[in-house]
């Protein structure tokens, strides 16, 4: 059966054409009133030119993403072919056999909808719209198809998935995991939650910015706040560092934490504390060579972004508070709505409230696993910056 024609709105193609793969609701013109949440569509501009292949979810704000410029047929076939560009990438990007990688970023990889996480012989599916919720059973063929897979873990408890008015959920589609599930990446080895751990269990996006503390971290001391499972942490020690304390309000995160410290040997230099991470830096009074500092999103939508750049500044105010002359300071915000120009204020206003003179020597981004779709600036999210403080 071929897909059902959606037409927009006058003038409303224009971004589209230009790369960008969603279509709000607003500027859609007509929608046949049998098309249902999650199905295959075609996109039609309003001078009936064919715009691409994609799904249409009347439920979200987001009521269309594309998938393809053609008349394609979205079945097993199509996702395979997509898996396999997306895994072939991340073997070039990881030559050293890494097996341990963000396998599809959404929209960066032409699967708007859809991340998937490799943890050596398991992977973790996360379906954030309703075009791929749908899909899912031929998504999982294809998957199945690129690797011999001890287990498949389907991770259906995102908060997108409220915006799309779908039901959130955690499955193991086959296979068994045990928690934590051990992995190895960078020459360390690693243990995430993949069933209950935040995201699908660890953060692969803060890869790049990891090695570039790592990089200043011999005999250093350092202090990671809203450490996790201990990313920094591990990657410093692996370097040199002399010692490093992590602070995290998870008891779950922690306990990770530890058993990464643990199987790499370096439970004498790390040492995790559970606390809000506020209150500990409001109470400290001990000074560390690096401070790095990783906070979830503040910002889950735009009006609460007013409130999250002055909760910012406070955060990095504090911690730069705790940095010794001639230290740094790794800050990160992961926050789409927060861009580089307003990371950047947020630093100098933390600096200037600080009473600390700060440069700029390093200025991050995403790993590469994670890639940025130039038409799409929502898919760069996360920002990072390593200061010189006096």
């Known amino acids: 059966m071929n897909p059902e024609k959606i037409i927009l709105k006058p003038h409303e193609d224009r971004r589209i054409r230009r790369g960008h793969l969603w279509v709000f609701s607003n500027e859609i013109q007509t929608v046949p009133p049998n098309v249902a949440a999650g199905d295959v569509v075609h996109f ?22 594309v998938l393809d410029r053609h008349p394609v047929e979205v079945d097993e076939a199509f996702f395979e072919g997509r898996l396999r560009r997306a895994m072939d990438w991340r073997k070039t990007l990881y030559s050293d056999n890494s097996s341990a990688y963000r396998w599809v970023f959404g929209e960066s990889d032409d699967l708007p909808g859809l991340v998937i996480d490799r943890y050596g012989d398991v992977c973790a599916i996360e379906a954030y719209s309703a075009g791929i919720d749908k899909l899912l059973p031929t998504i999982v063929k294809a998957v199945k198809t690129i690797f011999p897979w001890k287990a498949v873990v389907l991770r259906n408890d995102v908060a997108p998935r409220r915006l799309e008015h779908l039901e959130e959920s955690v499955q193991v589609l086959e296979g068994t995991i045990d928690t934590p599930h051990w992995f190895e990446t960078n020459g360390l080895r690693v243990g995430a939650d ?9 953060f692969f996006d803060q890869r790049s910015n990891r090695a570039a503390v790592a990089a200043h971290a011999s005999g250093k001391k350092m202090l990671d706040l809203f450490c996790h499972t201990g990313g920094f942490s591990l990657w410093a020690a692996k370097a040199g560092a002399s ?10 995160a922690l306990e990770i934490a530890r058993l990464n410290a643990e199987a790499n040997k370096f439970q004498s230099l790390m040492t995790f504390e559970k606390a809000d991470v506020f209150d500990w830096l409001a109470l400290s009074k ?15 939508s735009k009006k609460q972004l007013p409130a999250a750049i002055e909760a910012y500044i406070r955060l990095n105010m504090l911690a730069l508070k705790r940095v010794k002359g001639d230290g740094l300071l790794a800050s990160a915000v992961c926050a789409q709505h927060v861009g580089r120009d307003d990371f950047r204020q947020i630093l100098a206003r933390a600096a200037y409230a600080a009473g600390r003179r700060a440069r700029l020597i390093f200025w991050g981004s995403q790993a590469p696993d994670h890639p940025i779709r130039l038409a799409m600036p929502e898919t760069e999210y996360l920002k990072s910056a390593i200061l010189h403080v006096s």
């Open 194 to 202: 993949l069933l209950k751990g935040q995201k699908t269990g660890f």
């Open 243 to 252: 010692s490093a304390v992590g602070v995290d309000d998870s008891e779950a």
């Open 286 to 300: 001990d000074l560390f060579d690096i401070v790095v500092v990783d906070p979830p999103n503040f910002v889950p």
């Open 44 to 65: 039609y501009t309003a001078r009936e030119e064919f715009l691409g292949t994609g799904y249409y979810n009347p439920h979200s704000l987001i009521a269309g993403r």
